[in-house]
């Protein structure tokens, strides 16, 4: 099998968890880039990346990259190459463009120029041009602009891999799925200890968790475009998809999702039996600010409210009692905490052990973990 470069996107924070998702598919040699993480591989690893990876939300296979001084380059470059090869006029395709350059301001300008080059070599060659449909394309091709390199790529992806299928129902102000993997991912759960989050909303934490502690594939509800490409090797992707399938394992452990807020919770549940996981995960209507732990130790992973998108009457107060619920209900829990709401952080009042610095979408978050011992020992509390 030919081997070629492979450029996974992710988001911002989460580039080491994917270089060590990667390690388990047998990748060892990773380049990590700002948002992305690069390496060599074949057509059997780009399918394994997209079908398993939790933290990658696109799978790039680079085909050119140019120098371009100006949008005439840029298009006469784009013109060159020999399109036929991977389109027919009855095709049709979409252009996603990002752009950090000087040069090239307008990432949706570029897209128009690309898309304009390849429909022209087509018009001039077959008298018919592919249609664009950025919906549902037959192909999709990624633009990536650093100053004036530029680097066409083939989405391998389609939709973006944070959508797994399940979530059909949104509650006001879900965490991203490729987030709430990473942040699973980094808290080290194992599924020996309960995993907890009291705060569930859609469920997105408890789900995620679920389908970790199966060996699940994340992309086990869903297709992909490189399904669609001329290349597509239909018997190697079967062959994935049972071994992927025999891999699945039981799950004895505690998975807890709580919501002070009854419609959430059903949503949560519905969620959870789209992804196959809803019998794995304990749903209740529950009040943290009023709960107790069930066990000695676990993982607890805490989405708050925050003061940009939900109601709360004071942020101060409600942070202040999560933190308090967590030191004298949870000892001997991890606590990880992640809000948009950077400030209100610092009222949880007790002492992160460790910050990380996130995004849910384009919204900067923060999270914190906090270390909740017994006794006497130090840390946990200020
Ligand atoms: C930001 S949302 C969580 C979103 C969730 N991570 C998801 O992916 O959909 C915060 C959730 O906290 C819940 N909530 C607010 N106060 C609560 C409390 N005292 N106890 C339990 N849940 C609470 C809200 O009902 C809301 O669903």
Known sequence: MNNFTITIKTQFGLEPVLA?????????????????????????????????LRTALRVLKPMVTFQANNERQL????????????LTPGH??????????????????IALKTK????????????????????????????????????LSLDSS????????YRLSRTEAPINE???????????????????????????????????ARRMPPGRGRSFIFEKWRDFDAALWKKIRLEAEEQIQPFEGNIFARDLDKPSLDMARQNAERAGVADLIDFKQEDFLKSESANNNGIIVINPPYGERLEVEDLKEFYGEIGTRLKHH??????????????????????????????????????HKFELYRGSKKGGGE
């Not at 388990?24 to 074949?42: C, D, H, K, M, P």
């Not at 808290?187 to 859609?202: A, K, L, R």
């Open 92 to 109: 049709t395709f979409a252009i996603d463009g990002t752009s950090n350059s000087e040069i090239f301001k307008h990432s949706k300008f």
């Open 20 to 52: 060590e998702e990667l390690k388990a598919l047998g990748v060892s040699e990773v380049e990590i880039l700002n948002r992305a993480v690069q390496f060599t591989g074949n057509q059997e690893l780009l399918y394994k990346c997209n079908l398993h």
């Open 75 to 86: 298009y006469e470059r784009v013109r060159d190459i020999r399109w036929s090869e991977f």
């Open 330 to 367: 949870y000892p001997g829990h991890d606590a990880w905490i992640i809000s948009s709401d950077i400030p209100a952080l610092k009222f949880v009042g007790l002492r992160p052990s460790r910050k990380v610095q996130l995004y849910n979408g384009s919204l900067e978050c923060r999270l």
């Open 116 to 151: 304009d080059a390849i429909a022209d070599q087509f018009r001039d060659r077959y008298g018919k041009r592919p249609s664009v449909d950025t919906r549902d394309p037959d192909l999709r091709i990624n633009l990536h602009i650093y100053d004036r390199t530029c680097t």
């Open 158 to 165: 389609g939709q973006h891999l944070d959508r797994r299928g």
């Open 178 to 212: 490729v987030l709430a993997a990473g942040i699973i991912l980094m808290t080290g759960w194992d599924g020996s200890e309960d995993f907890i989050d009291p705060m569930c909303g859609s469920g997105t934490f408890a789900i995620e968790a679920a389908l970790l």
